[in-house]
């Protein structure tokens, strides 16, 4: 569920980061506009599979530690 924000806020901080404007919301209003909804999630699918890749081993050794 973080993935919702957290994928447009990157989207958007990695834009400002290589564009000569650094007006925040001129760049969201471009990547609407040019792209669509679509835009704002680029790379949601990869962000996504990270957590889970770091998440069920930490759930491995939560459920490992209450077993002792």
Known sequence: VACLIRVPS????QRAQVSASSRTFQIFSNI?????????YRGYKST???EVT???PLMK???MMNLF
């Open 61 to 63: 050794y939560e459920r």
């Open 54 to 56: 770091y998440s069920v």
């Open 10 to 13: 990157e989207v958007v901080k």
């Open 32 to 40: 609407l506009y040019e792209e669509g909804i679509q835009g704002l």
């Open 48 to 50: 996504v599979l990270r």
